[in-house]
């Protein structure tokens, strides 16, 4: 089974802080995703990645930035950590999925990110 | 503008029954629409996928329609379960690899 892990189910930052947050698959998918969660506003995507050093904005990429050097890894970066950012961040994989029709995206367990 | 709607009210259904949720869309032209099952505190999985040119899809006591005329997809289970209780979402893929997620409904399986 496709693994998508993150590196922390829980984390607390102060506010003007770096923050990481870090996601690794282990089945050699080409797309990588970075979606953060609230309530009453779903799923919204931060970046997505099709690609090693590749990266696209998604709709809410302002106060975010990421790095993927390697395939399996897609980081995501809080430059200063504010409390708006506060949510749950969800990192996905998938493969293309133009001909690999019966593919849906591997989410990750999530990060429950406060920032205080 | 691009919407997807799901109903955001939970749904409460008896155990045994089948339960039925709705996804509608407007302004898109999804080459798929997939299902996923979310936990609280946890990532969604992926239940289903259905393409543009298939009317239904079956999968054990799941089973989804998507209506491209009406722009319209059901999600529905069969002999409900309480363990069925959980938020489904349903996504549009365009574009080849984009993904947009509706906001949710959750299902709520009474014993």
């Known amino acids: 089974d496709v693994k998508v892990t993150q590196s922390s189910r829980y984390l607390v930052k102060r506010t003007g802080e770096k923050v990481f947050l870090e996601c690794v698959q282990d089945?050699?998918?080409?797309?990588m995703f970075w979606y953060r969660q609230d309530p009453g506003l779903g799923l919204r995507l931060i970046y997505f990645?099709?690609?090693?050093?590749?990266?696209e904005k998604g709709d809410i990429p302002e106060g975010y930035s990421v790095s993927r050097e390697k395939k399996e890894r897609f980081s995501l970066i809080l430059e200063s950590a504010s409390t708006n950012q506060t949510s749950m961040y969800l990192c996905?994989?998938?493969?293309?999925?133009?001909?690999?029709?019966?593919?849906?995206?591997?989410f990750g367990s999530g990060t429950r990110l406060t920032v205080v | 503008s691009q919407k997807i709607e799901q109903n955001s009210e939970a749904l409460n259904i008896q155990e045994g029954k089948t339960a039925t949720l709705t996804c509608n869309y407007t302004?898109?032209?999804?080459?798929?629409l997939q299902w996923y099952r979310q936990d609280p505190g946890r990532g969604p999985v992926f239940l289903l996928l259905?393409?543009?040119?298939?009317k239904e899809k079956r999968k054990e006591r799941l089973k989804v329609t998507f209506d491209t005329t009406l722009k319209q997809s059901l999600f529905h289970i069969t002999a409900s379960q309480p363990a069925d209780s959980a938020t489904y979402l349903c996504?549009?893929?365009?574009?080849?690899?984009?993904?947009?997620f509706g906001g949710g409904t959750r299902l709520m399986v009474k014993p």
């Open positions: 996905a994989s998938s493969p293309r999925l133009r001909g690999r029709p019966n593919y849906g995206y591997t």
């Open positions: 089945m050699d998918h080409e797309n």
């Open positions: 990645s099709y690609d090693v050093k590749m990266k």
């Open positions: 302004n898109y032209s999804p080459a798929y």
């Open positions: 259905i393409r543009e040119n298939e």
């Open positions: 996504a549009l893929v365009w574009a080849g690899n984009m993904l947009t």
